[in-house]
């Protein structure tokens, strides 16, 4: 996986297979998406009209405040740590701003992201905050795309193999089964593990646009992306087990929020507003009583969602107050 690859037509003349694949696509996108939406959205109604949602506030109010203190202190890690991805890109790009105001993008970026959608937090912004520190277009496209990468490849060695061990059952209305599952668990921590294959081994890895020189990262620096990104996941999942009061094993727990992550992405609402709880309602409801559930839920929205998202705003604040165009600062 490159972070950035070659134009399309390029490949595509390359490739028979990618020629294909790019013809699909917008059909895919066009039909798929809208499908999927149907499909998420009916497990929503299906299950939503039957939560105690009075119960759900009132488990969410019970909770101890040490209980709470330890989630959020798990949240603030995991966002911590999500800082360090765009640090993996200063690396590898060499570009001169501080660490500390790389880190600050960063963490401010994702913040939003989780609130608004990766467009507008993930992309958008974190490029704006960029620019105006003085970075080129080029090297802005391969720190946010070394930071995406870096989170979904975790992602796909974490999920791949809790989906490849079995110990998520899909509801029955996602009309997959649970072979199927574990089959894409495996395609999934392949595709990571090819990463790090294709930094170490892959020739002709470099590519020049507009002037600028992009490859690959190091097989090393590849390595440090997976390990960051999967602990970074861990302590999401460890912050809902913790709100769950450990009723559900952690591998459960942390396999739940990793479908509830992707399906959140999928769907085009802001902060996954009730696709998480569907998620959550669909594969854990026989297992934790409602209220229960959806109270953790939702002290989980509270903490890892909406308190980021004010220090956030502070962040961004301060990031566009005092962004210089000079990004030759100290490091």
Same mark, same amino acid.
């Given at each position: 996986?490159?972070?950035?690859?070659?134009?399309?037509?390029?490949?595509?003349?390359?490739?028979?297979?990618?020629?294909?694949?790019?013809?699909?696509?917008?059909?895919?996108?066009?039909?798929?998406?809208?499908?999927?939406?149907?499909?998420?959205?009916?497990?929503?109604?299906?299950?939503?009209?039957?939560?105690?949602?009075?119960?759900?506030?009132?488990?969410?109010?019970?909770?101890?405040?040490?209980?709470?203190?330890?989630?959020?202190?798990?949240?603030?890690?995991?966002?911590?740590?999500?800082?360090?991805?765009?640090?993996?890109?200063?690396?590898?790009?060499?570009?001169?701003?501080?660490?500390?105001?790389?880190?600050?993008?960063?963490?401010? $970026?994702? @913040?939003? /992201?989780?609130?608004?959608?990766? !467009? =507008?937090? *993930?992309?958008?912004?974190? %490029?704006? &905050?960029? +620019?105006?520190?003085?970075?080129?277009?080029?090297?802005?496209?391969?720190?946010?795309?070394? $930071?995406? @990468?870096? /989170?979904?490849?975790?992602?796909? !060695? =974490?999920? *791949?193999?809790?989906?490849? %061990?079995? &110990?998520? +059952?899909?509801?029955?209305?996602?009309?997959?089964?649970?072979?199927?599952?574990?089959?894409?668990?495996?395609?999934?921590?392949?595709?990571?593990?090819?990463? =790090?294959?294709?930094?170490?081994?892959?020739?002709?890895?470099?590519?020049?646009?507009?002037?600028?020189?992009?490859?690959?990262?190091?097989?090393?620096?590849?390595?440090?992306?997976?390990?960051?990104?999967?602990?970074?996941?861990?302590?999401?999942?460890?912050?809902?087990?913790?709100?769950?009061?450990?009723?559900?094993?952690?591998?459960?727990?942390?396999?739940?929020?990793?479908?509830?992550?992707?399906?959140?992405?999928?769907?085009?609402?802001?902060?996954?507003?009730?696709?998480?709880?569907?998620?959550?309602?669909?594969?854990?409801?026989?297992?934790?009583?409602?209220?229960?559930?959806?109270?953790?839920?939702?002290?989980?929205?509270?903490?890892?969602?909406?308190?980021?998202?004010?220090?956030?705003?502070?962040?961004?604040?301060?990031?566009?107050?005092?962004?210089?165009?000079?990004?030759?600062?100290?490091?």
């Amino acid at each position: 996986m490159a972070v950035i690859m070659p134009s399309s037509a390029a490949r595509a003349s390359a490739n028979p297979f990618f020629a294909f694949a790019s013809s699909l696509w917008p059909h895919v996108r066009r039909w798929g998406v809208p499908v999927f939406g149907i499909v998420v959205l009916g497990l929503l109604a299906s299950h939503a009209h039957k939560v105690d949602w009075a119960g759900a506030w009132q488990a969410l109010w019970r909770y101890s405040p040490l209980v709470l203190l330890a989630a959020l202190g798990l949240a603030t890690i995991s966002h911590a740590l999500y800082g360090c991805f765009d640090l993996i890109g200063r690396h590898h790009t060499k570009h001169k701003l501080p660490r500390l105001q790389t880190w600050a993008i960063a963490v401010t $970026s994702y @913040a939003f /992201n989780l609130n608004l959608g990766s !467009l =507008v937090g *993930g992309v958008a912004l974190r %490029a704006r &905050l960029y +620019a105006r520190a003085g970075l080129d277009e080029a090297t802005i496209a391969q720190i946010v795309g070394i $930071s995406l @990468a870096t /989170n979904w490849l975790g992602y796909g !060695l =974490v999920a *791949g193999s809790l989906f490849a %061990a079995g &110990l998520i +059952a899909p509801p029955s209305q996602a009309h997959i089964g649970a072979t199927a599952l574990r089959v894409l668990g495996v395609c999934m921590v392949l595709l990571a593990l090819g990463y =790090v294959v294709a930094c170490a081994f892959a020739r002709g890895r470099t590519w020049r646009v507009r002037g600028k020189k992009l490859q690959l990262p190091s097989a090393r620096l590849a390595v440090v992306q997976l390990v960051l990104s999967a602990t970074n996941w861990a302590l999401m999942g460890a912050a809902m087990y913790l709100l769950l009061g450990q009723q559900v094993p952690y591998g459960i727990t942390l396999g739940v929020l990793m479908a509830a992550s992707i399906i959140g992405v999928i769907m085009p609402i802001p902060g996954g507003l009730g696709v998480i709880e569907a998620v959550y309602l669909a594969l854990l409801s026989g297992s934790v009583k409602q209220s229960t559930l959806m109270g953790a839920v939702l002290a989980y929205r509270a903490l890892y969602y909406f308190l980021p998202l004010m220090w956030g705003l502070v962040l961004y604040g301060l990031l566009e107050k005092f962004s210089g165009s000079d990004p030759s600062g100290s490091e």
